[in-house]
Structure formats: C-alpha cells, structure tokens
C-alpha cells in the first residue's frame, strides 16, 4: 500500500484539470529560461543601483482606479470576504506611488527601486498577450531632474543588452508635446484625443495614412498638416527640438517639454548609450493617463511583437496619495515580450534540466543497492554537484537511463556488481554513450571536472 | 517645469495610500535578506535535483475546492469579468496535482519540482498570520517509493541547516496511522475527529490534559487511555513501529503506515540527515484533507512560531483531476516563519544597500560636473561595480554625502576642483570618513580592492 491512497483519486469526485485563458503554467524547461532572464535583469538593476521592492498582489480598488484612462476596464476587480472593492495589480507603477505616499518617512530619496514581478489584466487573450504577465521596472522616486530618466533609459539599454538583444530603439517623446501639438495646430479640444491616436499609427499607415484619417475624423485640413509638419521635421535632435520651440513660443508647457528632451538627450551620451539604440520621435504617443514629462517606449523591428515596453515621467501621481507633489520616472520591460525576442533569435542557451548527474540504484546479490546510491549522491551534493537519485529502487538500469535521457540529464552514475567488487563507479556520458571507470573515492572529482569542461553544463 | 506635472497631485480627488489588512510590502533592506533566504532555498534544491516550476495566481474554484477540509472557508474566491467562479491559490500542492494531470504528457516521471511563491487565505490577520505569504515547495510527482519522501525531508533539513537554523525537528507520522488509532483505541467513528484534534495538542497540554478533554468531550475512560498508550510509546523507532504493528494486526492501513515508516526513516540516515534532525512523532497530525501516507511537520523550540512547515504523501489528489492514480509527495516550508527564525537569532547579515559606490555630481568652474561624474559611474560599472551617480545635480556635496549615509552606501567617489586639476579622484569610505586619492585611471581598481576587503559589501 503505497502508490493508492485510502484518499485516492477513484473515491472522488473528479475535476476536470484546466488553465484558465490567458493564465499559463511554466514547465522547468520555460522556468529555468525565465530564472536565467530574471537573473540578469536583476544583475543589472542592481548595478545601477536600483534596489528590490515587493507589493501586494491584491490592493484597495481605490488605490488603482483613475490612474490608467480608458484601459481601466481591464483591471481584475472583486468584492473580498470582508465586504471591501479590491483589485490585482494592474501594474507595477502605480503601487510604487502608493508605497512612496506610505512609507514616505522610511524611504531615502531620490528613491531607486526595481520590481520584477506579475500583473493582471482582464484583457482579451490573444498571440502574446496574457491576463497574468511578469513586468520588470526601473523607477526613481524624489528627483526632478533629467538625470533620473537617463538613468531609467541607461538601465534599459544595458539590460537588453546584457539579453544579447540584436537591435532595439528607445523612441523617446515628452507628454507635454503630444498634449501641446493638437493646440500648436489649432485643432478643437475635443478633437485632440483623436490626433493623438493617429499620429501613433504613422509608422504603421504612413503620414498619408494619418492625415486622411484625420480628415475623415473632421479634423480640418490644414490643422491635419500643420500635425503632421510637426511630428514629422527633420534634422539632428538639437535642430528638431530648435524649429519645435521656434513654433510653440506661446505654450511653455511644450517649450519646456522640449528643454527637458534636450537635457534628457544629452546625459544619455555620457551614461554610455549607444546613439544607434534611441531617437527623438515626436510621433510616439504613449497612452496612461499618468505621464507628465518625457515618455519611452521599446521598439524592435523583428518579430512584430509592438513594444517592449515603456514608461516616462509622472510627477504627479503620488501627489494623487499623499498630497505632496514627488516627482517620478521610470520604465517598465514587459518580460513576455522580451521572450519572443529571445526565441526569435536564439538568444540564450536552452536548459533542459537542472541535474548533471543522476546516480543509478543498482540491486546487489545482497541488498538492494540503495544505500551505496544515497551515499554516492549526498557525497556529489556534498561536492557542489546538482545531483539526483533515481526515486524507485524496484526499477530496472534501463528505466533509469530512459529516465536521464528523457530528461536530459547530462552524466549517470552506475555502481554495478563489477564496479563494487573492484571499488570503482562508471560513469557515463549519455550523448556519445562514452563510459569512465572511475576510483570510487574520485566520482566526485571526475564528475566535477566533466561538468567544468561543459558535460554537465544545463545545455 | 519638472517637479510639478500638469495632471500633478493638486488637481486630482486624492486617495488615502494604505495596504489591506494581513498584507505587506517589501521594502529594500526586507527584500534583500528575501531574496538572499530564496537564493539559498534555490540552490538547495536545485542541488537535489528539483526543478523550478510556476503556476498562475488564479485557479478555477472547482481546481481548489474539495481539497484542504474546513480549512477550506479561507479560500480567496470570487467571480471573475467572464462569470467564472475563480480563486487565488491557496497552497502550491493542488496546483501542482493540476499541473501533473493537465501536462501528464509532457512531463518525465518521477517529476522532481520546486515552486518559492506566493499563496493566499482570507485568515484573520495576527502577529505573524498574513493574507499573502510566500510557499517554498519540494514534491514527486509519481513514485511511490518512500525513497521519494526520504528525499523531500533530506532537502528541506539540507535547506534549514544552510541557512543556519541551529536546531529544528521534523516530526514524521503516517495519515493512515492518524486515522487508525481511534479505531484501534474503541473510538466511536463521530468521535475521532476530536481524537486528533486532542491528541495534536500533546506537546502543549501533556497526556493529562489530552486524558481529560478527550473525556470531557464524551470519549470513553479506557478508550482515552488506549489513544494516549499508543501515541506515547517509548523506545527506538524500530521498537515503537514494531509495539506498533503488534497492536495493529486487525489494521492493514496501519501496519501499512508503519512499514512504509520503517522504509522511509531507514533511507534519512543514508541521505545524511542527521539523527537530532528528526523524530518518530505518533501524535503529531496534519490537518490538511489530502494526505494519504506518511506525513512531516517542522518543529523549532525558538521562537514560538508553530510549525515552520509540513508536507506529506498524497497519492490520491492527481488522481481527483485525472482519474488516474499517481503517487505524490513533497514538503512546504513557510517563508515567513523562516524570517521570524532567521530574526530571532540575527542567522543572516542585514543588508542595507545594494550599491557600493555613490558619485557625487561637483560643479566645476566652467560646467556642471555631470559629465565627470557620469563617466566615472559608467566606468565603475563596465567593472562590475554596482555604483550609482547622485540624481540631481543641483545639490550640495553635503546633501549628497547624507544620502549615501542614510541609505548605506559604503563608498563615495568624488572628482571636486583640486581632484580634477590633479588628475585624481577622492574616494571617501564612510564608515570612518577615511579618503583616498587615487589617480583617476586606478579608481575601479581601488574600489573593487576596497569591496574586496569587505568595505564595500552589503552588510
């Protein structure tokens, strides 16, 4: 009486095992991916100085409502047990200004902090979008100045690039220029939301493309190309930024979103990044309603994925809980996206398992063969080794070789009649089916040093 | 225009910032020492062969429903946008079972899985009782063989002891035990639930007191005195599993329960676990619905936490997805209760920071300073340092060397006039205001020997 259980499965009522849609399990082989992805974005944040932060899963429905215009219905809500509106996070910036408004007195600032974690959304599952999915941001909370979106960008840039990422462009706006070019137009306040939605789509439907759309939408003609004159000037970023606050004398607001561009622009060359990863893109509009300063987005040319993400400057957002005004900005990488850029180009080395030796139980004339495996495997862990045990001991060699090799299990250690009478262990390499007879007080050292020259390694 | 957005704090309906009750955030000295505790538990049990796996945070109700007894009114329900009936999940076994009945193709059996994540219970919230906390998970999916749950108790001891616990006991009894000693004891079948309720509290209220309630609550005298005869048996494991069966013979589950028990504590020594680590506990009992087999619990005298964790077999809950029966196994351990251990006895160095180095922003005669200082944070960091630049060059050298000293950073690099005119950059260690001036071309070099010698490291 072992393997059924006086609660087992044929006394129950049975359930029908499944996923909810847009929610996914992670297999090892999916998991050791993300660890290895998780790892180096972590690595690099730190060496930025950002440092970890955790919130909730679940926060007051009124903490997250109001902050993301009309995405809001997607956000997770419910009714808990004791009768209070709740909500799965949505995202990772808005709990950070609540965090900031609630810890303000134990927080240092300028407030430097990364967040890797899940956020959901009831969105519309389809190719590469989910309901629960990992986000990665960088933010800074407490400095006004350019500096900190530098940094936010800085970070991003080597992040990807330490991914091995072939070519990725940081498009680079400032909220107060999207807001200030329906108005430098001349077009109807109730028309700019569409202007801005238009224009978004330049790259996609061409400038042609926007202003037909416009006019269609009522927006006058020569508004439409006074639009498109804008988004569209040429020239060096310093020439773009000059002809922009040449034509907005009149709106400080976009003259100073164009001073701070320029700042902004100009610390990047010295935090070391690369002038091909970024461009000044007055088309780019970014859509939460949070944003008050510069905004960011990710692009890459291959796979068609969209963006890789995003953010920007939102000075007002804590203020939103606190009352205070603390000025912010930050980034956030969408980490399903950054997937499908690895598996496109085959970025980073599959791993098939963690182990890199699996120590066979072989029956003996005497005994069943246990004990010298459970030795033989505390000895490799004890050695540093990720090391397993086949977890049947009424199992055949063969059953246990299948089970390596299925798995992908690199080096098995056998400890047959013959070895044990001559003191030794073989140990065999599955992929060319090379075996070793090894000094049994050696195993450890042999296995270590296959390992070292890539035997073992989790390819 | 920066500090002040224009959608900022002042014109927005402000929002009380506040957590919901048995919820936290992380701050980063607490995330820290989180995530040093998961790279610890990581290692442990990758070491031991276990594979990282992740579930979703939502589940359909029906996949958590039926499983964890009365405990089940905790559950995190509700109805989602679609008018499904789902639930957060509340433990990592059932997803796991799901997982192993929904993926049975896909996955090599035995499967060795760990899974450190966050769980949910609407409990009432108390000193150390929380609504989100996280689960550190080892199980085996599919064998049967006590080799398996040998394995969980050798990992989860291998784990404690690398992070330093100095003394723990996993208690280890069989549910088919539990449930046999009220019939072997006369016990009325309507009665034995308070049998295990009272015979659980044993370490608390002594025999006398279980004698006494167990009377109280309409056990009969010599029924009472058999119940606590049988659970307080002396001797050696082998001696009680022996007094154990003779009393037993009219109960297969029970002389079932106390060979695999016999098998299972055989394989501990072979796997090294030390004999202080663990006892033969007969009247311990876990409360969850699921288990079938042997089960496990983790007791510490310091500090009065309860159980720092549990687990056992339960071979019948993939069954309840699948309809067919597969073995499991596995042990969780309580993040939270960990900390509270790791606390107690000051086990880990506190982490402040994770940056070892600040720049700090000096006006020059003629320029800002930035450009300087963001060179040399550049360079600080190609070398693998973790280093920050101050981000706001408006401030003082004062406000910035307070900066670094709230926050930790155990280094401050600064290139003030003499330094720039000389070639040199002063680096300042904090903690006893030493300053080296150092040529600007060996300062990465410097730093590195400092954090070297530990000047710059996390503590």
Redesign the interface.
Known sequence: ?????????????????????G??????AQ??L??QVMAILREVF???????????????A??LT?KYGEDEKLL?R????GG?E?G?RYDLTVPLA??A???AN???L?F??YHIA?V?R?DRPQRGRFR?FYQCDVD?VG??????DA?AIATVT?ALTALGFPEFTIQIND??II?GLAKLAGVADDQAGQVYRSIDKIEKIGPGGVRAELIERGVAADSADRVLDLVTMCGSDAEVLAALRGRAAGF??VV?GAD?LERLLG?LG???VSRENYTLQLSMVRGL?????PVFEIAVERPKVGSIGGGG?????????????V?ATGFAIGLERVFEVIAEFGLLPPIR???QV?VAIMRGAEDDG??DA??L??EL??A???????????RSLRDQLS?AD??GVPLVAIVGEDERESGQVKVRTLANREDRLVPRGAVAETILGLVGRGVGSRE
């Open positions: 009486m072992t393997a059924n259980g006086d609660g087992g499965g044929k006394g129950r009522a049975q359930v029908k095992p499944q996923l909810l849609s929610f996914r399990d992670f297999l090892p998991m050791l993300r660890q730190e060496r930025h100085g950002y440092e970890p932060l955790d919130t909730p899963a679940l926060e007051y009124a903490t109001g997770y419910f009714t808990d047990h209070r709740v799965l609540r965090v408004a609630l810890h134990e927080l240092v300028p430097k902090r899940p959901w009831g629960e800074t400095s006004p100045s350019m500096l900190a940094e080597d909220r107060r807001t400080p607001d100073a701070d610390f010295g935090l070391g309603d949070y944003y008050t300063g400057r939102y000075d007002g957002l804590i203020g939103s809980f606190s009352g205070r005004d000025p398992t963690v182990s699996l246990v004990a459970l030795a495997v505390s862990r004890a540093g080794l990720r090391a397993e045990v086949y977890l049947n001991e009424r089970y299925r798995k």
